[in-house]
């Protein structure tokens, strides 16, 4: 007796799948739902002509979708947050083009999740095969899944796709031990130089003796810091600090006093020493979630997410008409913080916010389910010393604390975010590569890029923010 018959498709656009079937398989993510991936397309972020072609895959047995997987087919690697130009320039050298490549992200969002949706691992690992036959068949360079979920990484490793490991920095409600670099096991890039590979040929070391296949050999990795957001100022509260060796077992903060308690005094003293400049510059914020944020809010924002893109050198990645969409179809995935001085609005920062969401390795979910907070855009048409600190840093941690959020998703990168409380998160990457020899010397490299991981781990743990206990078992105040 035959199984099932089940039906591989590809879709040009998100609209072509039905949204409530896509939902299904997202797990409630909300930066994998229909309503965002489509706001991205028909507002025009997201399209050929701005080098992101839809190429979604679908899985179907019957009328039911089983399988899915959010892709684009990539004619650059702007946007993404896990940095292959050096990879590109490598290949490239030799002849063979690296673009278009086929990528599986959330657009413009460096957000772990799942980009494997699918019912079943065994669906999962269907799906795998299928995106690896269909990138043959098209005669694409490569495969790239970034930022993805536990259950992804596995199904991946197992198809013989190369993981590549990178760190964010994540906050949670609770007071955690600074976890060791053998917890982690994960690679981190040393360097960020975009263009950063080179071809040897011949040399020790090399991905293949000179004048066979002109392999390139990928010596550095490469990063970048993009725009993120949050939120807003309470002062005066009454707070109290945890006893000593309270912090043993994991419990929300009371209030952000509570928080700032759990701190070292030297962090704990910063903290206070930042917020105060904002205050004593006459800067008080509101905030808004939903459908409680005006029309006039979202246009002051977009002029702030906009003017600070411009400020870089760069053209804002998303138009106001994504933004216009946000407030028509989720609008309760996004609340909205202003900075006032003097009544007058001088600065914005937009958060996502989600009831549940994929746990990233490392972070505790011993609350069901999580509620997380996800820093995304801020913007100012005025400078003021550690505003973008209260801004992005003070006051989603506030809000979190206040309204029981568990966690607080910073974005990429960021070291400085330490200081802040915000710890480090491993990410994992995967990716297949159409030329052996290309392949080979990659996989070289990512090998490379891990052996500094572990001292790099020890260094982020000297620098734990959190109050340490003494020899003896006191904890300093």
């Not at 065994?122 to 795998?128: C, H, I, K």
């Not at 790239?144 to 994540?170: I, K």
């Not at 031990?177 to 130089?193: D, H, M, N």
């Not at 028509?328 to 937009?350: C, H, K, Q």
């Amino acid at each position: 007796m035959s199984g099932p018959v089940l039906r591989v498709e590809r879709h040009d656009a998100i609209a072509e799948l039905d949204a409530a079937q896509w939902d299904a398989l997202t797990g409630g993510h909300a930066t994998l739902s229909h309503a965002l991936l489509d706001a991205f397309e028909s507002s025009g972020c997201v399209t050929e002509a701005s080098g992101w072609q839809p190429d979604h895959l679908s899985v179907h047995e019957g009328g039911r979708l089983i399988a899915a997987l959010p892709g684009y087919r990539k004619l650059h690697s702007y946007g993404e947050y896990v940095f292959d130009w050096s990879w590109a320039e490598a290949l490239e050298r030799t002849g063979r083009p690296y673009y278009p490549k086929l990528l599986s992200a959330i657009p413009f969002t460096p957000v772990p999740g799942p980009r494997l949706l699918a019912r079943d691992a065994a669906t999962r690992t269907l799906l795998v095969q299928a995106l690896l036959a269909w990138c043959t068949e098209e005669g694409l360079s490569s495969l790239h899944l970034l930022f993805a979920s536990d259950e992804d990484v596995a199904a991946c490793e197992e198809a013989g796709l190369m993981l590549r490991h990178n760190v964010q920095f994540h906050w949670s409600n609770r007071a955690p031990t600074l976890p060791t670099a053998r917890a982690y096991g994960v690679s981190l890039p040393l360097a960020r130089e975009k263009g950063a590979l080179r071809l040897r040929t011949g040399e020790a070391g090399s991905a293949a003796p000179a004048g066979e296949n002109n392999a390139p050999t990928l010596p550095t990795a490469c990063g970048s810091l993009p725009p993120e957001g949050a939120l807003r100022l309470r002062t005066g509260e009454a707070g109290s600090a945890a006893p000593a060796g309270e912090y043993g077992e994991p419990r929300p903060f009371r209030d952000f006093d509570d928080f700032l308690m759990s701190l070292s005094q030297e962090k704990r003293k910063k903290i206070r020493q930042e917020r105060r400049k904002v205050l004593d510059a006459g800067v008080h914020f509101r905030w808004s979630l939903g459908k409680d944020i005006s029309a006039a809010d979202w246009d002051f924002f977009y002029r702030c997410y906009e003017r600070t893109y411009y400020e870089h050198g760069n053209a804002p990645y998303l138009s106001r008409d994504f933004f216009q969409r946000m407030q028509a179809t989720m609008p309760e995935n996004w609340l909205l913080f202003v900075a006032e001085r003097d009544g007058a609005p001088i600065a914005t920062s937009l958060i996502a916010v989600s009831a549940g969401g994929t746990r990233a390795e490392g972070q505790f979910d011993a609350i069901t389910p999580t509620r997380v907070a996800y820093g995304r855009y801020w913007g100012a048409l005025e400078r003021v010393d550690c505003l973008h600190f209260e801004a992005c840093y003070y006051q989603p941690l506030q809000w979190c604390i206040t309204h029981g959020y568990q966690r607080f998703e910073g974005g990429a990168q960021g070291e400085h975010k330490m200081a802040r409380a915000l710890l480090p998160v491993k990410t994992t990457s995967a990716h297949w590569l159409a030329h052996p020899a290309f392949a080979d010397a990659v996989e070289r490299f990512l090998e490379r890029e891990g052996e500094g991981m572990a001292g790099y781990m020890e260094e982020l743990e000297r620098r734990n923010p959190f109050r340490q206990a003494e020899p003896g078992g006191n904890t300093p105040s």
